[in-house]
C-alpha cells in the first residue's frame, strides 16, 4: 500500500525564493497535517484539513507560509520568500479522522542558503 | 506549547535488555499515541491508549496510563538493535489534533 508521498525529499534554495512542498495523502484519508521539525524547537503543527478544509492554521509561524489542499488526493506548503530560519524537515500526515493515528511521510528536507 | 515531555532525552541500552520511557502531560486527553522515529525518515504510529485504558500490549511493546498522574510509559521487552530510534509520544486532547513530546533517543547496542 502508498503511504503519504511527499516531494521533493531535498531542496536546497537561495534566500528570498519561493518553496513548494508537495504531499499526497493515503487514499481514503479525510484529515491532513503539515508538521516542521528542528532539533531546537522539535515536531511543531503547521496547519491541518479535515476533508480538504483548512481547520487550524494558528501554527503556521508567519504570511510567508500558506497551505492548500484542492482535493482529497493533493496538499501544497509555500514558503514565499523564504528565509534560512526556514531551514528543517517538513513532514506531511494524513489520518482516517480527527484524532486517529496519523500516518506520515518521509519528509522534505529544506535547507534555505 | 507542547503538550507531552518524554523523559529521559536519551537512553542507552544493550541488546535483550527492556528499555522503558515515560511521557508526562499537562491538560485532560481523549487518547495518548506513542510513535517511532528513524533517522532520517517519518515518524511511525506504535500503539494508542484510550483514557480509560491502563494497559495496552502490541508484540514486545507494553504501554500504561495514569490519567491521575498525566503520565504513560512505553515497556520495550528484549530490546534489538533494530528498535534504536527516537520515540514520542502524542496527546489528543479534543482539539482533534495530537500534541509531541520532545521524543526519548533510544540506542540499543549490538
Known amino acids: 500500500d502508498a503511504g503519504v508521498i511527499q516531494s521533493p525529499r531535498h531542496e536546497v534554495t537561495e534566500m528570498g525564493q519561493e518553496v513548494t512542498l508537495r504531499c499526497k495523502p493515503i487514499s481514503g484519508h479525510n484529515s491532513l497535517f503539515w508538521y516542521r521539525q528542528t532539533m531546537m524547537r522539535g515536531l511543531e503543527l503547521l496547519i491541518y484539513?479535515?476533508?480538504?478544509?483548512?481547520?487550524?492554521d494558528s501554527g503556521m509561524p508567519e504570511d510567508r507560509f500558506s497551505a492548500k489542499m484542492p482535493n482529497a488526493s493533493f496538499s501544497t506548503l509555500k514558503i514565499q520568500p523564504s528565509e534560512p530560519r526556514d531551514s528543517a524537515v517538513y513532514f506531511c500526515?494524513?489520518?482516517?479522522?480527527?484524532?486517529?493515528?496519523?500516518?506520515f511521510g518521509d519528509g522534505t528536507r529544506l535547507s534555505i542558503l | 506549547s507542547q503538550q507531552g515531555e518524554e523523559d529521559p532525552q536519551a537512553l542507552s541500552i544493550q541488546e535483550g535488555e527492556n528499555a522503558t520511557m515515560n511521557c508526562s502531560y499537562k491538560?485532560?486527553?481523549?487518547?495518548l499515541q506513542w510513535y517511532r522515529q528513524n533517522s532520517g525518515r517519518g515518524l511511525v504510529h506504535l500503539i494508542l491508549i484510550r483514557s480509560n485504558e491502563r494497559e495496552k500490549h502490541s508484540g514486545r511493546l507494553r504501554v500504561t496510563l495514569d490519567t491521575s498522574k498525566k503520565s504513560s510509559s512505553l515497556l520495550i521487552t528484549a530490546s534489538r538493535a533494530a528498535d534504536t530510534a527516537s520515540y514520542f509520544c502524542a496527546t489528543e486532547t479534543g482539539a482533534n489534533n495530537l500534541f509531541f513530546g520532545t521524543g526519548t533517543r533510544l540506542t540499543v547496542i549490538p
Open positions: 500526515a494524513s489520518s482516517l479522522a480527527l484524532g486517529q493515528p496519523q500516518h
Open positions: 491538560t485532560s486527553i481523549n487518547n
Open positions: 484539513f479535515n476533508n480538504n478544509v483548512p481547520i487550524d
